[in-house]
T-cell receptor, first 114, second 112 residues
Framework: DTAVSQTPKYLVTQMGNDKSIKCEQNLGHDTMYWYKQDSKKFLKIMFSYNNKELIINETVPNRFSPKSPDKAHLNLHINSLELGDSAVYFC?????????????FGPGTRLTVL | GENVEQHPSTLSVQEGDSAVIKCTYSDSASNYFPWYKQELGKRPQLIIDIRSNVGEKKDQRIAVTLNKTAKHFSLHITETQPEDSAVYFCAAREAGTYKYIFGTGTRLKVLA
């Protein structure tokens, strides 16, 4: 009964490769997010979708492309991976709407680019 | 846009003492302020939150205070225990958006 799940948990790959991370939530939430947490633990928002519509698109290289096939899923595809992409990527979801509410985070995907 | 500053970056306290972590925000229209605890290798988890129409909220040993005039909010942990050791993040949600801006985190160590 995991609320927000991500796969894979660990991802080790070579520079230049393309990889995807998947996220699913079973909370019935309308809004999903991708965050990047670097080695200094800074949590930075990358993207957000509300009901499959992109609503937040921060200054992120266009090698990163999110996709939301339905409101329960949000995937992140990364092209031409670079060393600096190594980080932990967290997916999160919230009910959404005008009233600010709790975000629930997934377990994270630790990406290591060699 | 919103900017959140968090202090201190590290905090060591003796078991049983209190710990206070402070955050300031820049956008006076921000209306929601959650606090998250992140244990090593785990996901951030909400521990307490406060909305802009409330000045203080308490949940057992944890409390949050909000001063809208000064644009700062604080996390207070009383009777600290070793299992409170973790990284704590404050955040602010920009008004009218779905965007949460996180502070830079405070590594709390509770010494037994």
């Amino acid at each position: 009964d995991t609320a927000v799940s991500q796969t894979p948990k660990y991802l080790v790959t070579q520079m230049g490769n393309d990889k995807s991370i998947k996220c699913e939530q079973n909370l019935g939430h309308d809004t999903m997010y991708w965050y990047k947490q670097d080695s200094k633990k800074f949590l930075k928002i990358m993207f957000s979708y509300n009901n499959k519509e992109l609503i937040i698109n921060e200054t992120v290289p266009n090698r990163f492309s999110p996709k939301s096939p339905d409101k329960a899923h949000l995937n992140l595809h990364i092209n031409s991976l670079e060393l600096g992409d190594s980080a932990v990527y967290f997916c999160a979801s919230s009910q959404g709407g005008k009233r600010a509410d709790t975000q629930y985070f997934g377990p994270g995907t630790r990406l290591t680019v060699l | 846009g919103e900017n959140v500053e968090q202090h201190p970056s590290t905090l060591s306290v003796q078991e049983g003492d209190s710990a206070v972590i402070k955050c300031t925000y820049s956008d006076s229209a921000s209306n929601y302020f959650p606090w998250y605890k992140q244990e090593l290798g785990k996901r951030p988890q909400l521990i307490i939150d406060i909305r802009s129409n409330v000045g203080e909220k308490k949940d057992q040993r944890i409390a949050v205070t909000l001063n809208k005039t000064a644009k700062h909010f604080s996390l207070h942990i009383t009777e600290t225990q070793p299992e409170d050791s973790a990284v704590y993040f404050c955040a602010a949600r920009e008004a009218g958006t779905y965007k949460y801006i996180f502070g830079t985190g405070t590594r709390l160590k509770v010494l037994a």
